[in-house]
């Protein structure tokens, strides 16, 4: 039994610290695939939630962006529980892969 809880509680430990290193490192791609010019352009808030984890009572979400280069469609998390759906936003995304995006937030 105790071999089991000292287990538990190594993998555990590993979890977290693998999660923060995957979130830190996850911003810092993205940033650095940006480019050195990424583009800017306007997107409107969808009807597409991201729910946000560990709120099993009152969950909170943030709604998806949606914006269009050369006639395709991207969308990502606008990570801001303010915005309704209609809104816009202002997204910095490559100039060749669209793909990958972030939403700007004005600086308050």
Known sequence: MKKIQTIFWLLFGVA?????IYKIAMNSFTDHFLGDKPQITKAIIINEKNYMGNQPVAPKFSYSYSFK????????????TTLRIGDTVEVEYN??????NKPLHPKE
């Open 16 to 20: 977290i610290i693998g999660y923060l």
């Open 69 to 80: 280069v050369n006639a395709m469609d991207y969308t990502g998390n606008s990570h801001d």
């Open 95 to 100: 100039k060749d892969h669209p793909g990958i």
